[in-house]
Every structure is written in C-alpha cells, then in structure tokens.
C-alpha cells in the first residue's frame, strides 16, 4: 500500500507543479481522441440515422455488420492498420505509421461502430410519428433528421460520451500504431502502461488521474449541455 | 387534385389498402369513415405523401408522384395523426414549425402563429410544453400546426377523438373559417373517422372504408362480424349486445351493411316476415343530408334508420322514446 500512497503524492506534485510532460501527453491524448471523437461521430451518426430509417436492400447486413464490429479486439485493428500503414503496405506513401495521425486512424475504426450502432438503436427508439410530423410540416431530409435527433438527444449524448470513451482509453491501436514515442504519440494509456513498466508508479497514478479527469469532465460537460434541454 | 390509381398498399405482406381509385377534388370537404382499422389512417398518409403505396401510383394535379415525393409538393399537404405528437419545444414553437421551414419571418411567422391559436383557443397556452398539456391541447395544437401552414389539403385523422363538444365545435369552426378565407387556392380537407354524426354534420361527400376497400353501401351501420350457421338458409353475426341473421352462403370474417332506409321503424314489434326485430331507445334524431330523418337508435348496438319527417312525427321518435327496428335477413349486405 505504501508504493501507492506514495504515488499519489508524487502524482499531485507532478500535477501541481505542472509537468510538462504529464500536460504534453494529456493534450496529445485530449488532441487525438477529439479529433477522432468528430470524426467518428460526424460519419457514424448519419451512418446510424440512415440504417435507421430507410428502408433498403441489405440494410440488415449492413446493421449486423456494424454491431459486429462493436466488438473488434483493438489489437487486430491496430494489427490491420499497421499492415496497411507500414512501408510495404498500400496506404504506406501516406507516411503515418508512428505518427499521431495514425492513432487517429485506427480510434476513428474503433469508435465509428460504437456511433453508427448506438446512434441506428437510438435513432429506432424516437416515436415514428415524429419524423412524419416534421415531412408533414414541410421538413427537408436535414431538418427531418435534426428534429428526430433534437428528440433523441439524451442517447446520442450518450452514443458520443460512449465514443469518446472508448477512444481516450484505448492502448492497442495506440501502441501499434503510435509506437509510444516520447513527445511525439506518447498518449496517456501507452505511457501509464510504459511508466508502470519502469516501476515509476508516481509517474503513471498522475497520468491515470488525469485521464480519469478527462473522463469526468466530458461527461458532466454532455450532462450540462443535456440539463438545458426542456420538453 | 390528389388521387390514388390502382393502389395496393401492404405491411409485411399484409394487404390494408386495395382502392382502384380515390379522388379527393380540389375544395372538397370529404369525410373517409369505417371501423379501426379499416385502412384509413393508411390512406391518408398515402395521400399525405409521407409512403408510397407498395402498387399503383398517387396522382398529383393529374400528374404521377415519385416514389420519394418532392419537398416541394409534400408542402402542399399536411396531415394531422389520430394521436399527435408535439416536438420539443413550446407550444408557440410547435405551432410556427412548418412556417420556419418554409423560411418564413419571424414578425410574419408569429402573425400567423396568433392567428390559429386564437382560432383554435390556445392563445393561453402559447409558452405551455407538451408535457404541460392534455391530449385535447394537443391535438388542437396539432391541429394549428397544420392549418398555420395555409395547405392546399389538410388531412385529418380522428380530428375529435379526444375533445369534448365544445372544443370539437372550435375545431371546425376553425376549419370553416379557414376555408371560407380561401379566394384563389381553396382549401381541401379530408377527414378520417369512425363517427357518422361528425362526419354528416362536416363533410359534403362521405365514403366508407372496410377492410382496407371502398365500401359498395352507404356508410352507416357498418359491423365487422364472424359468420356463423344459424339455420337452413341463415348466418348469424353477434354485433355488440344482438345477433344479426342474414342470409348468405358465406361463414367466417365478414363485413355487414344494415342500409338505414330498409330499416322498419315502429313503437311496437311488427309482426311481419322481418328476421331482425331489436327492440331500443332513440338516441338522436336529425335531418339526414340525403332527405328525410335520422334516427339513431341503441338496440343493443347503435343503428341509424331513415324515414320519412312525416313518419317521425307520427311515431313522436325522440330522444330516449322507446323504438323498434325491423329488417329483413335478405336485406343485410354482406362483403
């Protein structure tokens, strides 16, 4: 027990007197899973509207598919990116093996199933009758879809906490496809895993706290901006 | 101005709508009546544009409609559901929705917004929720909500199914209001229900609906029933409280027509080769829009009879006087 009391101590010094390193790797990771969290978001949400409503061949497939997909180990997506990243593989022109952009890749490849799947079932549980009110009304296919969404809110808040987690906490993607480069894709998963290693424990519980942190900040964040929302 | 040609319209393979051709005329006011599920909350969202029919076509101004219907021509028809739903917001907000999608001023918008809800009685509930309201709020709401758009065809299903007389009144009302209003696009409505009275008092051309079919009979004293043997040459059919004899060579579902003018109406039974004789009260009595009187009567189901006002006053047929309606087991329309 001692070695984790210790920890702790070490880890609020370190936060407290704002190590560079610890900040460097929490805004690398916030950057990443951000940037994937949009990403994925602005393609499954659609992705999850359309399965949802529209009738079409193979839309069945389509949803197995994606619900499958939830479950991909993310060591075998970090396996088959860093395949088609690496020198000798067709996306290797590209030069993103080892870089932050491919960490993004391959969280974009995790979460986007999560937005699509999530979104499709949250989608499937707005009364049908809204979306008819909004075409009766003279609603276009966007604004159809914004208010059918705007009725749906609380579960696609969900679906992007649910992303957003997934990709900030992710470590096999980011290892493979990272490398767990210090200062350059060294993200706060890799680096608890790394450091906790090297037995530097202080080191590991600061940066544990901190993406907990991360955590709690966005989900009170979605819970506020939910709270606004009346009837 | 809309019609449905040839159209067969299914759910999971199921058959609801089978209508060779339904034409709603530019400037009709068109009641559609039949039982639940009788197909007619089908038709209007066939007519509303929101499906496309499984086969044949809905024809628009003598043009075919895509299967996938023009933003533009969806804004010319708006429906109101048996049971509405308001979207988030304020009932002000509900009200004004289809004029902010049309892209409509503010100062404009909120005009117009004043104008239905004053109509319709809901000046005071403006800033209200929709959890803030009950059902017959909602459903003048929604009712509002579609006039406010000024539709070239305004369908509604149920209008009054949860609004008590006086708010049904300011219901149409309103739609008179609207209509008489209109000088160069006059406004078409098409009302689904299941009750006669409000669709005599409302509409000038009644259709009846069963069984996803127009019906070949008028639309009174229309029973969904199970035919079973009654005797030799009769079936029998238990509608509400009273068994119907008919004579016809068909057992099982079926659709049965009472037509009200073969209906006998007396004080006393008739002895007479009549097979149905239902002895009841008078509920209502009112002009009928095809000449002659009205008579509502509950003899253990509510049937409607006509006959002559000469008849009505002899027999002194008022509300709660006690009646009998004779009819014949040949004269039952089975389909």
Known sequence: ?231 | MVELRGVRHRYDGRLVLDLEQFAVPAGAMLAVVGHNGAGKSTLLRLLALLEAPTEGSVVWDGAPVPRRAPTALRRRVTLVEQRPVLLRGTVLENIGFGLRVRGIGRADAYKRTAEVAEQLGLLSLLERRRTELSDGEVQRVAVARALAVRPDVLLLDEPTSSADRAAAGAMYRALSHERAGRKARPLTICIASHQLEDAYRWADDIRALADGRLSPVTPENLFRVELAPAGTDTMSARVGAIDILVTTDRAGPAVLAVPPGDIFVSREPLSSSARNVLKGRVTRVAAHRGGGVAVTADVGVELIAIVTAEACRELALAPDAPVVFSFKASAVRVF
């Not at chain 1, 702790?8 to 990771?29: C, N, P, Y």
């Not at chain 1, 499937?124 to 075409?135: F, N, S």
């Open chain 1, 1 to 231: 027990m001692e070695f984790l009391r210790e920890g702790f101590r070490r880890a609020l010094a370190l936060l407290l007197s704002g190590d560079a390193e610890v900040f460097g790797i929490a805004l690398l990771t916030l950057k990443i899973a951000v940037v994937a969290t949009v990403i994925a978001c602005g393609v499954g949400l659609p992705l999850g509207y359309l399965l949802a409503t529209r009738r079409f061949w193979g839309r069945r497939a389509a949803l197995t598919a994606v619900n499958t997909a939830l479950a991909f180990p993310t060591v075998v997506v970090g396996l088959l990116l860093f395949g088609l990243l690496s020198r000798r593989g067709p996306l290797g022109g590209l030069g993103w093996l080892y870089t932050w952009q491919a960490i993004v890749v391959g969280d974009v490849l995790l979460a986007l199933p999560i937005a699509a799947a999530l979104s499709a079932a949250a989608v499937q549980g707005v009364d049908p009758r809204v979306r008819r009110t909004a075409e009766t009304l003279g609603a276009g296919r966007w604004l159809t879809a914004w208010t059918v969404a705007r009725e749906a809110r609380f579960a696609l808040a969900a679906v992007i906490t649910a992303a957003f987690g997934q990709v900030v906490a992710e470590i096999g993607a980011a290892m493979m496809l990272g490398g767990n480069i210090r200062g350059s894709t060294r993200t706060l998963t890799t680096a608890v895993a790394l450091y906790t290693a090297q037995g530097d424990f202080g080191l590991a519980v600061a940066l544990g706290l901190v993406l907990i942190a991360i955590a709690l900040v966005v989900n009170v964040t979605l819970q506020v901006l939910q709270g606004k929302g009346g009837g």
